[in-house]
């Protein structure tokens, strides 16, 4: 195994390895013992890379809400009107309840950190600006608010059900929130 100065995706595979443990076992579960043996390194690379499971945390949750910024970016950027941009919201929805229930999980986990302790609000605070930027794009800032809100409640709901609500509900409740400002 390379050592910490020769093994530049070291860190790298500690933070994959944080999300993972956070998405299996919850945020409770982590340790820097299972997020060593899950990233494949020494123990002794936890504190050479981080100076505690705090900054590990953190930095683990940033990527993961870059990640979902970038899912917003890709469904939302190619939108070359209002309508377009409706639709992209609603494959949006669709796309992140849809999946393996990581991102969900996830997000739960932050929202719950975020909760408690100023740090991680932080970090949801630039999420939630990053991915209102997005929809700014399309919408006044209000109603790209409000839309963030719809999209995060939505995708919880159609997640978490036993029978998730279709398409057209979804569209319904987009085009409900977007028919006033720009």
């Known amino acids: 195994m390379a050592t910490g100065h020769t093994d530049p995706q070291r860190r790298a595979r500690i933070v994959a390895a944080t999300l993972d443990l956070v998405a299996e076992e919850g945020v409770a579960g982590v340790s820097h013992r299972k997020i060593a043996v899950r990233a494949g390194v020494p123990l002794g690379s936890m504190t050479y890379h981080f100076s505690g499971i705090e900054e590990v ?45 990581r991102d969900l999980v996830l997000a739960q986990e932050l929202y719950t950190l975020a909760a408690r302790r100023p740090a991680y ?19 006044d ?5 409000q839309l963030d809100a719809l999209i ?16 057209a509900l979804t569209r319904e409740a987009v085009r409900r929130i977007t028919t006033t400002g720009r």
């Not at 870059?66 to 009107?81: E, N, Q, S, W, Y």
């Not at 609000?121 to 919408?139: C, K, V």
């Open 152 to 167: 995060e409640g939505l995708v919880l709901h159609r997640a978490l059900a036993r029978e998730p609500h279709d398409r």
């Open 121 to 139: 609000r932080e970090l949801t605070h630039e999420w939630m600006r990053r991915s209102r930027h997005h929809l700014e794009r399309h919408f």
């Open 57 to 101: 945390l953190r930095e683990a949750f940033g990527q993961f809400a870059g990640h979902i910024v970038a899912v917003f970016d890709a469904h939302l950027a190619a939108a070359a009107d209002r309508e377009e941009a409706r639709e992209a919201v609603t494959d949006l929805v669709h796309t992140l309840s849809e999946g393996s229930g």
């Open 141 to 145: 800032p209000d109603t790209a608010r």
